[in-house]
């Protein structure tokens, strides 16, 4: 069985990582970038998107910048590819499941489960000044 997540996955386990970290729950955060509790618990599971003005009070609501957010998404897809999970945009899983290949949901749900830990390594050894460590 493979391993497989979207980008919009990977922005949203790092946006709730750091979310987290700044002790911010999922209702404030929700308030600050506009939308409804569950809609931003959607988005942290990677299963809605949010648009560019989203995007941008999400990132200034975290302290950081809507640059170094992408940045550091690209640098945990190229951990993940290295690591053998496949990272496709969301058109991609939906066309797969779509097309009615089985077992979809579980490879999501595995990839999901991977990668919030590699996201919480990579933050913790960056915070530490380390480089990340691959099993496989």
Known sequence: MRNETTYQTVLGR???QKRKERRIDQEEMARRVGVSRSTWSRIEAGS???NMDQLARAASALGVSLGDLMLEVDEIVR???RQGVD????RDQARSASAGT??????????GA???G???AMLANRNSGKEPEGDG
């Open 79 to 81: 951990e993940l590819k």
């Open 87 to 90: 990272v496709h945009d969301s």
């Open 114 to 116: 991977v990668l919030g």
């Open 48 to 50: 809605s998107a949010l």
């Open 102 to 111: 089985g077992g979809t949901a579980a490879v999501a749900f595995l990839g």
């Open 118 to 120: 590699i996201i919480a």
């Open 14 to 16: 790092l946006i709730a």
